[in-house]
């Protein structure tokens, strides 16, 4: 596959088949990856992978919060600012009206919302799940260094067939997940990310992206 099959072809995934993942492959990757850019090759990310029973156990527990109706975890992070402005805020609505408007959910549906959400704690049914921390001290351009980081893992996922599903949601339940992987103090929990085989029956709808006009400015001579 080459690079622009892969960027192409990269989606976020929600509804994976139960399919193992091969450990040589999640290491092909992960070798492969750490190769990514960041200032002054700090290397900020701190990755931790999850299969078999110990996500097993994840899942369980992030389960039963959610049946019980357990609050969030306080933020590490924000997520998204207070008052998106446009056309962040036009653009989230869609995404959120595509999402669950291919589940067949209304607007209004607040319940249903939340249900189709909650499958973020199964991760989508991924039999492999990675999760990313950073140092809390670490600034902005780190932040950057480690989105960076996570899209190269994406990209050399689609090179090996596999597809996934960065989730922020997982922070929500960070307290949860440290349980599981007891990470150093000083690490926040940025992300999680389903990975496996794509079951093509879940039907996934892909977003669309802005018009090249719209987010490029060619300066020329």
Known sequence: MDVYE???SR???????DRQVPREVLERVLSAAAWAPS????????????TGGP???????????????????????????????SPYRERRSAFGEQRYGSLGISREDLEARQRAASANWECFGAPAALFCYIDRDLGRPQWSDAGMYLQTVMLLLRAE???????MAWAKYHRTVAEILSPPD??????????????????????GRASLDETVMFVEG
């Open 11 to 17: 989606r976020a995934v929600r509804g994976f088949t």
């Open 6 to 8: 892969a960027v192409t």
């Open 55 to 85: 996500l097993a156990e994840l899942k369980k527990r992030a389960g039963e919060r959610l049946a019980a109706g357990d609050p969030w975890d306080e933020p590490q992070y924000e997520q998204y600012p207070p008052a998106l402005k």
């Open 186 to 207: 000083g690490l926040i929990l940025f992300c999680g990310m389903s990975i496996g085989f794509e079951d093509v029956t879940a039907g996934d709808a892909r977003t």
């Open 39 to 50: 200032a002054s090759n700090l290397q900020p990310w701190h990755t931790y992978v999850l």
């Open 161 to 167: 067939g596999l597809h996934s599903c960065t989730q």
